[in-house]
Nanobody, 121 residues
Framework: QVQLVESGGGLVQPGGSLTLSCAAS????????MAWFRQAPGKERKFVAG????????WYEDSVKGRFTISRDNAKNTVYLQVNSLKPEDTAVYYC??????????????WGQGTQVTVSS
């Protein structure tokens, strides 16, 4: 089991940047594929970016490619999301999640409480 705590959100102007962090408890963090999701007001939660346990592979939702970068530091039990060139439509609560392998496939089982990102002038 792992507990996740996000931080780094805030109010930023269009075109601005933020670095979101997700700190994990426990000694098994380095075994988990990790991901960031976001949920805008009135909308369902959606995938943003993912990174494998070793950090050697990343993948992104199309609308954030080239603007967002996911990374991790397993020595610090932390995963990051660098968000650049922010747009008003990036406004959302951002969540990190840890993925587990189940008998039926994979599941994002562990979630943080979220951090609010608001992009507005």
């Amino acid at each position: 089991q792992v507990q996740l705590v996000e931080s780094g959100g805030g109010l930023v102007q269009p075109g601005g940047s933020l670095t979101l962090s997700c700190a994990a408890s426990g000694r098994t963090f380095s075994r988990y594929t990790m991901a960031w999701f976001r949920q805008a007001p009135g909308k369902e939660r959606k995938f943003v970016a993912g990174i494998t346990a070793s950090g050697d592979t990343t993948w992104y939702e199309d609308s954030v490619k080239g603007r967002f970068t996911i990374s991790r530091d397993n020595a610090k039990n932390t995963v990051y999301l660098q968000v650049n060139s922010l747009k008003p439509e990036d406004t959302a609560v951002y969540y990190c999640a840890a993925r587990v392998v189940t008998g039926g496939g994979v599941e994002y089982r562990y979630w943080g409480q979220g951090t609010q990102v608001t992009v507005s002038s």
